[in-house]
């Protein structure tokens, strides 16, 4: 694929690289590259992408821009709050380079769209904070025999890490055979992250990314990198291929893409139903004839907050549970839904049966009944 005098221009510190050169930068431009996510990890990841010149991004995402991402998700601005994360990046990438293409798509990546979307690109990147869609993107990687390169944030640490059965490495399941039981591992809300943390890793993922598709250098296959921020230190630890994995081992078990919810523990329950801010309020209005519980940490819960509800951070619900009533219903609620279905999967656990999700949670709370 041949690149216009523009390219030439744009690309020429490229050019003097050996492993690069024209030949190298046609092959960016040949190259299509899928980002789970528009986030923490997602932003430089395409930022990077784009300003190298890979031709196709596609993007997957179904979130809005809030103003508590522009902390660590540096591909969004002040004038895309409320509105679709995936417009936001296109026009961001867009400026940054016009001469790629940016594919955007509004969804949620699931077990039911995962193959038909990945299927055409080259390699994968997953920047996702869940392990849902951590193992569904390893999984579709696999079966599609593409590179999924790996990354994740905490705090101030962060990993990263390429898994490649087809080119000789492990897969995420070698590493990580079970997930953690529901609402263990916390969130970024739960427990904060640096907001330059995401920007550390997602460039080593950008950078993984365009060896790869450049055939230069080592990918690093059955490795995985840490990064320690506030020590400044980075180590390598090795990863074996597990010949009992139920993936890529002698003997597979997983063969098609699975029920990813249902696999980590965070499947809704029977027991739970779900409600709308509007029926919610309704009730309230009425006099709730149950519990209204918030799972946010108490920093999301001092901003603001609905009346009469009580506060129980999602990773002590399971310490709590003992003091809370069986006899009535428990209306749940976090910020967007998400943590408050952890919440109900860890209580129906424990012996619940009258449990209410809260849709949207906080933010459809404030946009809906305050109008905020």
């Known amino acids: 694929m041949s690149l216009s005098a523009e390219e030439k221009n744009r690309y020429a510190r ?6 690069v050169g024209s030949e190298g930068q046609e092959k960016l431009k040949a190259s299509s590259v899928l980002c789970i996510g528009a986030g923490g990890l997602g932003s430089p990841v395409a930022l990077y992408l784009a300003a190298a010149g890979v031709g196709q991004i596609g993007i997957v995402d179904d979130d809005k821009v809030e103003a508590s991402n522009l902390q660590r998700q540096i591909i969004h601005g002040e004038s895309w709050i409320g509105k679709s994360k995936l417009e936001s990046a296109k026009a961001r990438l867009l400026e940054i380079n016009p001469h790629i293409e940016v594919v955007t798509i509004p969804a949620k990546f699931t077990a039911e769209n995962a193959m038909v979307i990945a299927k055409d690109y080259d390699v994968i990147i997953d920047g996702t904070d869940n392990f849902p869609t951590r193992y569904l993107s390893n999984d579709v990687s696999f079966l ?37 039981d529901p609402g263990t ?3 970024c809300a739960e427990a904060g992250v ?12 950008a950078m993984e990314a365009i060896k790869l598709l450049l055939g230069a250098g080592k990918p690093p296959l059955g490795k995985l990198t840490h990064y320690d921020a506030l020590n400044t230190e980075f180590r390598t630890f090795n990863l074996k291929k597990d010949p009992q994995c139920p993936l890529c081992g002698d003997n597979p078990t997983v063969t098609v893409l699975i029920d990813y919810e249902d696999f980590c523990g965070t499947k809704p329950p029977e027991s739970m139903t779900e409600i709308s801010v509007t029926e919610l309020k309704k009730k309230l209005d009425n006099g709730l004839d149950g519990l209204l519980i918030d799972v946010r940490m108490p920093a999301e819960h001092a901003e603001c ?6 506060l129980i951070p999602l990773p002590t619900v399971a310490d709590a549970a003992s003091d809370l009533p069986k006899d009535q219903p428990l209306y749940i609620h976090c910020k967007a839904g998400m943590r408050s279905a952890k919440a109900c999967a860890i209580l129906a656990g424990l012996g619940f049966s009258q449990l209410v999700n809260i849709e949207g949670g906080m933010d459809a709370w404030l946009e809906e009944i305050e109008g905020s």
């Open 14 to 19: 490229h050019f003097t690289l050996p492993e």
């Open 185 to 187: 591992v916390p969130s």
């Open 194 to 205: 640096l907001g330059v943390l995401p920007g550390i890793i997602g460039s080593l993922q």
């Open 144 to 180: 599609l025999k593409k590179p999924n390169i790996y990354g994740s944030i905490f705090r101030f640490e962060g990993q990263m890490s390429v898994f490649a059965p087809h080119l000789g490495g492990p897969c995420y399941r070698c590493m990580l055979p079970e997930p953690p």
């Open 305 to 310: 907050s609905i009346s009469g509800s009580k």
